[in-house]
């Protein structure tokens, strides 16, 4: 078969664990073994010029991975590519930031239950979130709010276009059983707005000491 | 039941697959009748085509079929289509002012079946590129280390789920049930007092500047109110809604002592 | 730098979604926007030769795949595709949303002739289509739109790359009146790109309400 060695190469390239010269045998049964040892080595000496990826043998098997020399770039790519993504923590806090804004640091804390002061930071550095003010309380807080950006991103108009979390339940089929409010889950319901955002947040503190 | 349509459902019972629900919506019944009976979509026999839709719904109904509802507003239109082209025109030769009535529908059949179109011409597009295999995350895992930290795409969806997340979480947290914290009056009133000794006077918010919850508020204003009965302040008001002013008094003769309160 | 091209190679082939020329050139920030440029287009040519592997242009960006041709092989490694297959009806809610976006759910349900709210429920879970605003009407209903990995999963390089109503009329049972087009049978193709759309949901109001 002429495309042996391309066949091998897309076989090698797709599987997730390295490809034993057995299982190649067997995948190309119809195939004499010394044309797909041939093949194989046909295809090594082509991944021997200067390029960005090689075949290596791991665990028995081949694999094609990017060449050592550059996993430095591929790292930084790693790195880098969270320009569109987010963790889930700074999800979530820009989530409770945005619905429950402004809002300070301990206050996410309590509601997220979890702290979330390096998430703050990744947030204000993408510009979603910014400091809003000082909550006039001991310690005097930051306050944090969402930002321009922020709705741009969401495709919103202003803070109220959010939408409510009885919109969520009608839209994706979430069952939210809105009758019977217990107090931690009736309170975020009502304060989209950010008039609201002042009682609100004295009800989440009322709350947090219960 | 008349015999004649006892037949016709028969027939359209034998057209259909096995499933009668093949029928996602009245659009595309309508466009099977239409198939069937070999007729032009711009000229559409429109009191056979409706006849033959009322047998089919009669039938999905029978079957008990959930989805009929979306179909009996198909229905009330093709009726009315019907009538509409029924009724005798005062001109016969001049044409209805108001167009052919069947040319909304018409416009609407076209569009779906456009659609139904692309959505086969998309199907098309994913088998091909599902022949396109991609590098398996596996690989780079290796290469880069551990696994990096799954990420979200950031969009109105995902945050209105994050939010319901965290929603659900502080629901299944344990609540605590400590009692609410109740700073006993008589600690207020020192702390208040603390606080009007090192200034000549306060105003009527500064005394709630550091509390944060409901309770609070409230024994802060009993506080003050008992403070008042005490004797250990004076307060005074500009004009009606002025600003409030407390004073701390100096010790009056004959006054109870703040030690000597009974709080009961 | 001389190793550019070998760093584009392992860069596109590492990340895990398509890159696009902008990442690229924001990870090696200290190369010419022509060095880059050079650097694909000479990589792309290098690929031009027949192997297993080929790289495509998808969601706007470069990705590194098998080639289609050697698809039959590459299965056999797996015993099934793991991508779940889209139901007719969550395809054709899909083909309404990609040549209206954005548009919203009373309007794809008019086109439809059915109530579409649990598929559109299972296109947001499937990251296929977003929220992608609300529309200034009354009840502010949401708005979607199609995601990048929508894009991804259909190759599409954008949301332009949609086949063309040309491409179409053998598939329908009907001719297609190109000569004389009414308005909105002639827009759905018309308006692929999202600056359109204004118009186009303009005259699917107009559309409904006759």
């Known amino acids: 078969m002429s495309d042996l060695k391309p066949i091998i190469e897309a076989l090698i390239f797709a599987s997730p664990e390295p490809v034993t010269l057995k299982a190649l045998l067997k995948l190309l049964d119809t195939e004499p073994k010394e044309d797909v040892e041939a093949a194989i080595a046909a295809l090594r000496q082509d991944y021997d010029r200067p390029g960005g990826l090689q075949i290596v043998e791991v665990a028995g098997g081949f694999q094609i991975v990017t060449r050592s020399e550059f996993h430095e770039w591929v790292r930084r790519l790693f790195h880098e590519r969270t320009t569109q993504k987010l963790s889930v923590a700074a999800l979530e806090t820009l989530a409770v930031i945005a619905y429950r804004q402004p809002v300070t640091a301990p206050e996410i804390a309590e509601i997220r239950g979890v702290n979330t002061a390096g998430v703050l930071g990744t947030l204000v550095d993408r510009k979603l979130i910014k400091i809003v003010g000082r909550k006039q309380v001991v310690g005097r807080p930051f306050m944090y709010g969402t930002t321009r950006e922020f709705l741009e991103r969401f495709g919103l108009n202003d803070i109220t276009d959010l939408p409510k979390v009885e919109d969520m339940s009608e839209l994706m089929g979430f069952d939210i059983p809105l009758g019977e409010p217990t107090p931690q889950t009736a309170l975020p319901f009502e304060s989209a707005s950010v008039e609201d955002s002042g009682e609100t947040l004295a009800d989440v503190d009322n709350d947090s000491s219960q | ?264």
């Open chain 2, 1 to 264: 039941m008349a015999d004649p349509q006892q037949l016709e459902f028969e027939s359209i019972v034998n057209d259909l697959p096995v499933r009668v629900a093949a029928f996602e919506g009245p659009l595309d019944l309508l466009l099977h009748l239409i198939k069937k009976n070999e007729v032009n979509i711009y000229d559409i026999p429109i009191a056979l085509i409706t006849q033959q839709y009322l047998d089919y719904l009669e039938l999905m109904t029978e079957l008990n079929l959930d989805t009929v509802g979306d179909f009996l507003v198909m229905a009330a239109t093709l009726i009315h289509i019907k009538s509409r082209t029924l009724l005798p025109r005062p001109d016969p030769a001049q044409e209805d002012p108001e167009g052919d009535p069947r040319e909304a529908l018409i416009r609407r059949l076209l569009e779906h079946q456009k659609f139904k179109a692309a959505a086969e011409l998309l199907h098309e597009k994913e088998i091909q590129r599902s022949a396109q295999w991609q590098r398996p995350d596996e690989v780079i895992n290796r290469v880069v280390g551990e696994a990096p930290e799954p990420e979200v795409e950031v969009d109105l969806f995902s945050l209105m789920a994050a939010f319901r997340q965290v929603l659900e979480r502080v629901k299944q947290r344990p609540t605590v049930m400590l009692p609410p914290e109740q700073i006993p009056i008589e600690t207020r009133i020192e702390q208040l007092l603390a606080r009007l000794s090192t200034t000549e006077a306060c105003g009527f918010e500064d005394l709630f500047e550091d509390v944060q919850t409901k309770p609070g508020v409230v024994v802060t204003f009993l506080a003050l109110l008992e403070m008042i009965r005490l004797k250990l302040i004076r307060v005074f008001q500009q004009g009606n809604f002025g600003p409030i002013r407390i004073y701390k008094r100096e010790h009056v003769d004959g006054a109870p002592t703040f030690q000597g309160m009974t709080h009961e």
